[in-house]
Nanobody, 123 residues
Framework: QEHLVESGGGLVQAGASLRRSCKGS????????IGWFRQAPGKEREFVGL????????RVPDSVKGRFTISRDVRESTVYMQMNNLMPEDTGVYSC????????????????WGRGTHVTVAS
């Protein structure tokens, strides 16, 4: 069973925007938080944001602050990540995941993962 399914990837030009969505099963969506990660070719997985279940608080790292925002639709069990002013260094496979425990920016703290979708930003 797929607990998290992402959509919204693609090929865009630098400066463009994309909105990613992550639809979760009840079990996945009821985790403490839903996080977003990306992995560029040849690099480690990188935390790019999360939204907490209880209060909707969001966190994003400095690398995307001011460009990426995270929101949710609780009734649809869907989390969104709006990515604006995309840059070539934003290229990678983007995945959402359910947080279990531990540091929010550590992939090891997450249990269910979506398959991920590619985002390619051309210069």
């Amino acid at each position: 069973q797929e607990h998290l399914v992402e959509s919204g990837g693609g090929l865009v030009q630098a400066g463009a925007s994309l909105r990613r969505s992550c639809k979760g099963s009840e079990r996945a969506f009821n985790s403490y938080a839903i996080g977003w990660f990306r992995q560029a070719p040849g690099k480690e997985r990188e935390f790019v944001g999360l939204i907490k279940r209880l209060d909707g608080e969001t966190r994003v790292p400095d690398s995307v602050k001011g460009r990426f925002t995270i929101s949710r639709d609780v009734r649809e069990s869907t989390v969104y990540m709006q990515m604006n002013n995309l840059m070539p260094e934003d290229t990678g496979v983007y995945s959402c995941a359910s947080h279990s425990n531990g540091n929010f920016d550590s992939p090891a703290a997450y249990y269910y993962w979506g398959r991920g979708t590619h985002v390619t930003v051309a210069s």
